[in-house]
């Protein structure tokens, strides 16, 4: 995985096993994609962090704006009448919650003047959300039909080693049956949470060490895919915890930072009809330029040869 970066040589003896890898879409140079939620027709919704505005790219790549947020958007998850939730700041610079319709229409949820940087967001049971905030160490248990947002655990395991470290602590997050798993980027840890029957979390363990996830997504069997995001690449943990490579700069995914699996049957693959690719968004190495400098952000379609895990499986 050689860089000319110094970064740490956490993969250098990982093993590659290259998915293919076809560019669905692609974006200008500098732009930050930063993650992405697929509805069941197979459109593709994904946030363009830094101008605030949610794109819709249908299964053949036509790109259309569907909503703009007034500030930046970051994470993104379904609503249960097809509607999303996106998690951002506002043009005060206050975190937010934001609601957009199926239509584009974009209203305001909630803020959050306590956050610092929400991320990540998934669904935990209902209406309610969990979301990331990567600076305070947290995780917030957002409620959509309550406009209600409260800390759901706040740990040192979820916070930065440095308040200095720009690079986000908590980061993507997502429930695979009785556990969340939330990647901590600054810390190179990917996390495990048990969750009790009363949706509230137990304590948190180490899962993997040394790995540098942004957002991630399961297969249906619990092997957990991730981008890498200044490691250019995208990794596959199984459940026993050993790590593949299964995307790299020559894939498409320089700077990669989410993952999402296609939604069944609409997921059509060189004419054949399946829900096992996987779509990676990146920003093209805007946070840690490749020697070749910052490329096009794209989103890339990777075979996996598995199924999705619901997100909603609760």
Known sequence: MGNSAGLPPIYADTQIELASAKIIASFPVNTFLENLAIAPDGTIFVTN????????????GNQQIHATVEGKVSGLAFTNNGGLVATGWNAD??????????????????????????????????????TADSYRGAIWLIDIAQRRGSIWLEHPMLARSNSENVTPAANGLKRFGDFLYVSNTEKM??????????????????????????????DVEGNLYGATHIYNSVVRIASDRTTRIIAQAESGVIGSTAVAFGQGESDVYDGRSCGTAIYVVTNGGM????????????????????????????
């Not at 962090?49 to 053949?60: F, K, L, S």
């Not at 996390?191 to 991630?216: S, Y």
């Not at 096009?296 to 040869?305: I, K």
Request: aromatic share 6%; hydrophobic share 40%; no cysteine.
């Open 287 to 314: 946070f840690l330029p490749p020697p070749t400098g910052v490329v096009p952000a794209n989103v890339v379609r990777l075979e996996v040869g598995k199924a999705g895990y619901p997100l909603n499986n609760s």
């Open 49 to 60: 962090h830094e101008v605030g505005e949610i794109v819709r790219i249908t299964p053949d």
């Open 189 to 218: 840890l990917l996390l495990r949470i048990p969750i009790d029957t009363g949706d509230k979390p137990g304590e948190p363990e180490i899962f993997v060490e040394q790995t540098n996830i942004d957002d991630f997504a399961f």
């Open 93 to 130: 610079s206050i975190p937010v919650v934001s609601l957009v319709t199926s239509d584009g229409t974009v209203e305001t949820l909630l803020t959050l003047p306590d956050a610092i940087f929400l991320n990540g967001i998934t669904p935990l049971s209902g209406t309610q959300y969990l």
